[in-house]
């Protein structure tokens, strides 16, 4: 357990569909992150929220929405996904963004397929 | 740009000793960290490096040098459990300070 959790840890999805992943860290963090994990491929940076403001969008598409409500919780919201979406998408949290050396913590993520 | 390298997969023999390698070009440098990912599961932070040399913790050592872009993951005294997938990462000193750039990964597989 690191103290993030994630929501749901499995998805199945058609490309008409509507849903949402939720994040949720009890470190006490201000900064939260999204992260894509596609086989045989290094993590990828989605976006980054620090004191629930977005810093960062690493020229996600725009089928991708993230919503940060609070410093503990983080959603991305999913719409009209296409099935090279299908990947791990994992959750991170760290104490805040000024510091680039903070360690990053991650939830266990959600498997996303897309059919 | 940034960069990491690292192999695809290693295996090695429960009780050995096996070094994973992280090779790494970037425009600046802010340490370097080692992640540890089982299968379907969060990755875990191993260790971050900032100056050169080694660092040890119980059976895993990281070490660094920064004159070569190198770092390396020395596990010890292996066991099952630790067939995992072993990230590499470094912050980003491009557009994006304090953003991690991951490796793909070196994935590990501990033959009884």
């Known amino acids: 357990e690191t103290g993030v959790t994630q929501t749901p840890r499995h998805l199945v999805m058609g490309m008409t569909n509507k849903k949402s992943l939720k994040c949720e860290q009890h470190l006490g963090h201000n900064a939260m992150y999204w992260y894509k994990q596609s086989a045989k491929k290094p993590l990828e940076l989605m976006f980054v929220y620090n004191f629930k403001e977005q810093t960062e969008n690493n020229s996600v598409p725009s089928r991708f929405s993230p919503e940060c409500p609070n410093s503990s919780h983080l959603f991305l919201h999913l719409h009209t996904l296409q099935p090279e979406d299908s990947a791990l998408y994992l959750c991170a949290s760290s104490q805040d963004r000024r510091g680039s050396t903070d360690t990053q913590y991650f939830g266990p993520g959600t498997r996303l397929t897309v059919l | 740009g940034q960069n990491i390298d690292q192999p695809t997969e290693m295996t090695a023999t429960e009780g050995a000793i096996v070094q994973i390698n992280c090779t790494y070009q970037?425009?600046?440098?802010?340490?370097l960290f080692w992640y540890q990912q089982h299968a379907g599961e969060a990755p875990t932070f191993l260790s971050y490096n900032v100056l050169d040399g080694l660092e040890e913790k119980g059976r895993f050592s990281s070490f660094l040098s920064r004159s070569k872009g190198y770092s390396y993951l020395l596990l010890k005294e292996l066991q099952m459990k630790d067939s995992a997938s072993y990230l590499c990462a470094v912050p980003n000193y491009g557009g994006s300070q304090g953003n991690l750039i991951f490796g793909k990964g070196t994935k590990l597989s501990v033959k009884p």
């Open positions: 970037t425009s600046g440098f802010n340490g």
